[in-house]
Each structure stands twice: as structure tokens, then as C-alpha cells.
């Protein structure tokens, strides 16, 4: 079975601050994909990134930067400078590669981190 | 891109009625879709996976009478929420997945959130 993780609920900084997002995932699969998304009140989810199991070069784009570490089970998010407009919640998500029968990339999301920045 | 949508985006109905929810791929074939439900200040659960062509696949504890998915072209998956109940309101949320992808990966619809009064 697959867990995500994400033991913070709700995370509160005033703006310019940098903040991390914390994930940390269960599986049993050794090739698997790791998400980041967004859900502003909205509702619409926004895709932030992908990563491959095989993958654990970090990423920046932007303002955005994660950290995948094997080794800790855990890819990690942070935003620099962050902006009033990066108040949402975010939602980590973990999928396993397609099966021979297509049933597989099943999503399993974390319970989401509330974001709330401040001026 | 990879655009999804969703109809209605937002409904309130009376106790006892069906209500139908329209997940649509507008720029690509999705083969899968995926049906999640989200509480309010909750994760995304999944309920079911939707094969075109075939019947759906009901994750344990969702009721496959309660909850009726079609997936009845490559582009239109419909959710019926039949005899509607207060505890079934809820946001709705579908995704398809696009099978030319490397990745097939999904693609998330704008949800529709359904009141039942």
C-alpha cells in the first residue's frame, strides 16, 4: 500500500519569508512518480512539478525549488520570497508506474498543507 | 495543452434527486479517467477509475450503486450521484489521463461542487 504524508496542516508566514513544505511517502515500488500540487479557493488543481524515482537531482523553477531524497523517503517543497498569492493549499501525491493490465498510475494524495501568507 | 473540464461546476439540488456531473478531455483522448471526492479542508480520495468501453472500477468502501460513472467515449466520463443525500455534498473532482503521454499522466478537471439540501 501506498502513504503520503504531510504532517504539517497548516503553515502561516508573513510575506518574503521562504517556507518548506514537507512530504514524506510509503511505497513498496521501486519505480514510482512523486507530485506537488496547488489548490488555491478556487479548487482547481494546479501541477507543479513531477519526479521520477530515478530522478533525485533537485529542481528550481523559479521562486519554487524541491528536494527528493531517497535515502529519507521524503521530496520536500520550498518557496522563496514567498508571496501573498502563494496562499493555498498544497498537496503532495504519489503514483506507481502503469501496470501491464492499465490500472496502474493511481494517485495517492497527502493530506495537504494549508499556506497562508501574510502581509 | 491538456484541457479538461468539468459540468456543472456548481450545483445545489434537493434531498432524493440524481445529479449528473460531466468530466469532458478537450484537446486529447483519455482511454482512463478518474473520479476523487475532497470534504471540505480534506485530501482527494479516490473513488473510482473509469475505463472507456468498460465498467468502472470502485475503490473499497464506494458504492457503486450510489455512485453511477459511464465512460461511454474517449472524451466523456459522467458521474450520477443518485438519490442525492445532505452527507454526499461534496466537491467533485475528475481526471483523465492522456495515453499518448511518456508519462500518462493525469490531467485535473476544475471540480464541481454539489449541495445537497
Known amino acids: 500500500a501506498q502513504k503520503v504524508t504531510q504532517a504539517q496542516t497548516e503553515i502561516s508566514v508573513v510575506e518574503k519569508e521562504d517556507v518548506t513544505l514537507d512530504c514524506v511517502y510509503e511505497t513498496r515500488d521501486t519505480t514510482y512518480y512523486l507530485f506537488w500540487y496547488k489548490q488555491p479557493p478556487s479548487g482547481e488543481l494546479v501541477f507543479l512539478i513531477r519526479?521520477?524515482?530515478?530522478?533525485?537531482q533537485n529542481e528550481i523553477s523559479g521562486r519554487y525549488s524541491w528536494n527528493f531524497q531517497k535515502s529519507t523517503s521524503s521530496f520536500n517543497f520550498t518557496i522563496t520570497a514567498s508571496q501573498v498569492v502563494d496562499s493555498a493549499v498544497y498537496f503532495c501525491?504519489?503514483?506507481?508506474?502503469?501496470?501491464?493490465?492499465?490500472?496502474?498510475?493511481?494517485?495517492?494524495f497527502g493530506t495537504g498543507t494549508q499556506l497562508k501568507v501574510e502581509l | 495543452g491538456a484541457v479538461v473540464s468539468q459540468h456543472p461546476s456548481r450545483v445545489i439540488c434537493k434531498s432524493g434527486t440524481s445529479v449528473k456531473i460531466e468530466c469532458r478531455s478537450l484537446d486529447f483522448q483519455a482511454t482512463t479517467m478518474f473520479w476523487y471526492r475532497q470534504f471540505p479542508k480534506k485530501s482527494l480520495m479516490l473513488m473510482a477509475t473509469?475505463?472507456?468501453?468498460?465498467?468502472?472500477?470502485?475503490e473499497q468502501g464506494v458504492e457503486k450503486d450510489k455512485f453511477l460513472i459511464n465512460h461511454a467515449s474517449l472524451t466523456l466520463s459522467t458521474l450520477t450521484v443518485t438519490s442525492a443525500h445532505p452527507e454526499d455534498s461534496s466537491f467533485y473532482i475528475c481526471s483523465a489521463r492522456n495515453a499518448t503521454k511518456t508519462y500518462n499522466e493525469q490531467f485535473f478537471g476544475p471540480g464541481t461542487r454539489l449541495t445537497v439540501l
Open positions: 473509469s475505463n472507456e468501453g468498460s465498467k468502472a472500477t470502485y
Open positions: 501525491a504519489l503514483s506507481t508506474v502503469l501496470t501491464l493490465t492499465g490500472g496502474g498510475n493511481k494517485l495517492t
Open positions: 519526479r521520477n524515482s530515478f530522478d533525485e
